[in-house]
Every structure is written in C-alpha cells, then in structure tokens.
C-alpha cells in the first residue's frame, strides 16, 4: 500500500491542553513554546481500539524516561494518563492514534529554558489499519548511537521527516538507518526484525535504536534475540519485518530494490510473530 500505511487522516475535536480539554479550533499553545522552537520535547504514540490505548504503562514509563534524558521535569504519570483517558472519551474512535506530547513550555528565543514550566499535550486522529506488508527503503543518512537524544524518543524528529519523505518518494512506507558504525539500527518510527539461518534477530539498544514498546513486546513473546548486526543484513535476512505501535508487526516484502523471496505475503516467521502478537496484545491491553 505504500506511503499511507500508518497514516492519521484526522484529529478527532477535543484535545487536552495544559490541564483540560478543549476544541479543536481553540487549543493551542504557546509560539514561544521550546516544543516549537527548538524541538525541546518528547512524546509518546500509543495505538487506541475502540476507546482503550493499548500498553499504558509501558507507554508512560517510556515517557518519563524520556523526559529525564532530555533534563525535563519528570512528567505526572496521574495526569497524563487522565488526559488520555478524556481524550479517549471525549472522541469515540474505532482505530486512533493517541499521541501525547511533553515539552520544555514558554522559553527564550534560544536553547536556554523558560521557567513557565512543561507543556502537556494529547490528542487523537483517527489512523488507518496497516496492510500485512510494506516496501522499505535504505537511507545513506546515520543514527549517532553516541548522541545526546540515541534512544530518546523527542519532537526532534527533523532527520525523520527527510528520510521518509525519501521513502515515499520511492514507493516505500519507511526508511531505515544503519548508525555511524555501520550497522543496522531502526526506522524512522519503527524497529526492525530480521531472520537470518531461521533466527529472528534485533539490533540492541546500544546500537541507538529506540526501545520500542511493540519491540520489547515481540522479544517477550515471540523470542527474538538482539543482535549486533551489520547493514548489509538487509540484503541476505530471509525475512524482515519491522513493529511499532500503529504496525503491530508488519512484514516487508520490499527492501530498496530487492524483493523479498516470500512475496507480498508474510514469511512463516513474521506471520507467526503477528500471530502471536495479535492474540496476546488482545488478552493484555495493559501488558
């Protein structure tokens, strides 16, 4: 399906700012907000069926960890979870993307923080269900597992915008990097699985990839192993799949230009990984 398989196509009326809930056309926050100006800020994408975010805790706990990589005040998990709770309620959907966003708040023109405090932000768009597969696509560009924000999830999201930009441009869902040391790291908003010699394999976190909630997930259940591996993976994996919290476990049938033997339908691996992740994500929406 290309470029719109994980994509909101709404946001859905109310949204909570700041301590409550407001319409659409009235929320808003700040121009001076370090969110906006300088990207001083983290977020969290949690999947929503029919008025439940699944994996809450998991999602909140992530959340903070951000939070206190960046230097921000660690965020009131009490409240960010009922703010979730009233956007849900307020905007009944039957697949959402429920995205939370915590920022520096009202600062300077400059890298320097304000002392307004944090901003809090949720909102939900409706979002698509993804296809079984997708096409992905190689990036000359690299994720510094050395940096700052590796494994952080923050707004600086501007390296991900121009490489998926350059997915789309080529009939792709996603990109994925490999780090500054040449081996294979992550998605714009995904992790990603290979199956090499009938293994399932995963980079580890201290490649810089992010520690995704589906991944960690898909190692529990499923029994995936992480990996130190080379970019050039890519090209002998006998299957690839990569997870996120809208993919679930979405398999790849396309790497650049090299198609995948198994086709446009999931490998026995991947297929057995969605399988699984589908049956025990439904008895535990909260795992």
């Known amino acids: 399906m290309g470029q719109s398989d994980t994509v909101s196509t709404t946001t859905a009326g109310a949204i909570w700012v700041n301590g ?13 907000d370090h969110g906006l100006t300088v990207g001083d ?34 965020p009131d998990r009490d409240e960010v979870r009922h703010a979730c709770e009233a956007v849900l309620a307020a905007n009944p959907l039957p697949h959402g993307r429920l995205r939370v966003t915590y920022t520096g708040g009202t600062s300077p ?11 809090l932000v949720v909102a939900l768009g409706a979002a698509t269900v993804r296809p079984d597969t997708t096409a992905v696509v ?6 510094n597992e050395k940096g700052a924000l590796a494994g952080l999830k923050t707004t600086s999201y501007g390296e991900n915008v121009v490489a998926l930009a350059r997915a789309h441009q080529h009939g792709a869902s996603e990109a994925l990097f ?9 998605g714009t908003g ?3 699985f290979v199956v090499l010699g009938g293994k399932l394999l995963t980079p580890p ?12 997930l898909v190692i529990d259940w499923v029994g995936a192993e992480e990996a130190d591996l080379p970019f050039e993976a890519l090209g002998e994996a006998e299957e690839i799949f990569v997870t996120s919290s809208l993919r679930d476990v979405q398999g790849v049938h396309r790497v650049d230009d090299r198609e995948l033997a198994t086709g446009a339908r999931p490998g026995p691996v991947t297929a057995k990984a969605m399988r699984v992740f589908a049956e025990r994500s439904a008895e535990h929406p909260n795992p």
Not at 138 to 143: E, G, I, Q, S
Not at 205 to 216: D, M, P, Q, V, Y
């Open 138 to 143: 190689t990036v000359p560009w690299t994720r």
């Open 109 to 119: 023109l400059g890298s320097e923080r304000g002392t307004t405090g944090p901003t």
């Open 205 to 216: 976190l201290a490649s810089g990839c992010l520690a995704g909630i589906t991944r960690e």
């Open 41 to 74: 800020g983290v977020f969290e994408t949690l999947k929503a069926t029919g008025g439940t975010a699944f994996a809450m805790d998991r999602h909140l706990r992530r959340l903070a960890r951000s939070a206190r990589g960046l230097g921000l005040p660690e």
């Open 20 to 32: 409550a809930l407001r319409e659409t056309d009235e929320a808003s926050v700040s121009v001076m």
């Open 190 to 192: 995904s992790n990603v």
């Open 178 to 186: 490999a780090n500054t040391q040449g081996r294979l790291c992550e």
